[in-house]
Nanobody, 122 residues
Framework: QVHLVESGGGLVQAGGSLRLSCAAS????????RAWFRQAPGKDREFVAA????????YYSDSVKGRFTVSRDNARNTVDLQMNSLKPADTAVYYC???????????????WGQGTQVTVSS
């Protein structure tokens, strides 16, 4: 069982930055891929970014490409999401997920964190 805990959410003005972090309770090589998803009120959960264990493969949704950067520190069992040039449309609960492969499909991730709220004011 892998427990994921997100942190770093908060309230920021449009154009600002936030850095989210996801800490895993244990090191697992089976579910080593990590991803960030988000869910805004009244909307479906959507893919944001993914990274493989080695960190040499990353993938982003078109809506965040060029503004967000996903990275990981395997020694600390953490994955970060650096979010720059934030927009009100980025307002959502952000979830960290762990799975076998770094994909955009939420159902392929077995473990999920509880989420952290990001609110971007205009």
């Amino acid at each position: 069982q892998v427990h994921l805990v997100e942190s770093g959410g908060g309230l920021v003005q449009a154009g600002g930055s936030l850095r989210l972090s996801c800490a895993a309770s244990i090191r697992t090589y089976t579910n080593s891929a990590r991803a960030w998803f988000r869910q805004a009120p009244g909307k479906d959960r959507e893919f944001v970014a993914a990274i493989n264990y080695g960190g040499d493969f990353t993938y982003y949704s078109d809506s965040v490409k060029g503004r967000f950067t996903v990275s990981r520190d395997n020694a600390r069992n953490t994955v970060d999401l650096q979010m720059n040039s934030l927009k009100p449309a980025d307002t959502a609960v952000y979830y960290c997920a762990a799975g076998v492969r770094a994909t955009t499909i939420s159902s392929e991730y077995r473990y999920w964190g509880q989420g952290t709220q990001v609110t971007v004011s205009s």
